[in-house]
């Protein structure tokens, strides 16, 4: 099974953006990006790839699950 984590951008330089989800800054592609984002987007990244754009609300709701879930299980410090 595989995940995408919305996560919001905090920088954008050519086709590469800076995102950060609880806390954690990673380096993601935006060439698979069907639309033009923008810093303060959040998108859902797999694999290294930022895939498509969400708003704001249903990216938190997700994320509050998935940290329900990382907490349950013992994964987040």
Known sequence: MCLAV??????????NATVEVYGAQRSVSLLLM?????????VLVHAGFAIQKVDEEAAEEALKYIKQILDEAGELP
């Open 34 to 42: 069907p639309d033009d984002a923008k810093i303060g987007d959040f």
């Open 6 to 15: 919305p996560s919001k951008i905090i920088n954008i330089q050519e086709l």
